[in-house]
């Protein structure tokens, strides 16, 4: 069973936007910084944004950078992406995962934990 938990995925217009959320079940997420990842078909899963575990730092892809926004209320355990002029090359599966480093961002495979995923689909 996932330990992380992603929502708010769906279909949605090219320009439209979605906002992501990222829960985590069975531990604390406020002492890990998190990653929002993507796959779409046929493609490597690849980083798209991170934030650290007190909120502080972030950091973008180049593809992302300027639409989509990471942000996290530790209170709730919770971690989001807001997703703004959403293009169709933006389809693909989205994952959140937690990492517990001395460096940011961490790494690909620094990454503990990984959710199971929500979709998302940009099409007219």
């Known amino acids: 069973q996932s330990q992380l938990v992603e929502s708010g995925g769906g279909l949605v217009q090219p320009g439209g936007s979605l906002r992501l959320s990222c829960v985590a079940s069975?531990?604390?997420?406020?002492?890990?910084?998190i990653g929002w990842f993507r796959q779409a078909p046929g493609k490597e899963r690849e980083g798209i944004s991170s934030?650290?575990?007190?909120?502080?730092?972030?950091h973008y892809d180049d593809s992302v950078q300027g639409r989509f926004t990471i942000s996290r209320d530790n209170a709730k355990n919770t971690v989001y992406l807001q997703m703004n002029s959403l293009k169709p090359e933006d389809t693909a599966m989205y994952y959140c995962?937690?990492?517990?480093?001395?460096?940011?961002?961490?790494?690909?495979?620094?990454?503990?934990?990984w959710g199971q995923g929500t979709q998302v689909t940009v099409s007219s």
């Open positions: 069975e531990f604390t997420l406020e002492y890990y910084d």
């Open positions: 995962a937690a990492a517990k480093t001395f460096l940011f961002p961490p790494g690909f495979d620094e990454y503990d934990y």
């Open positions: 934030i650290s575990s007190n909120g502080e730092r972030t």
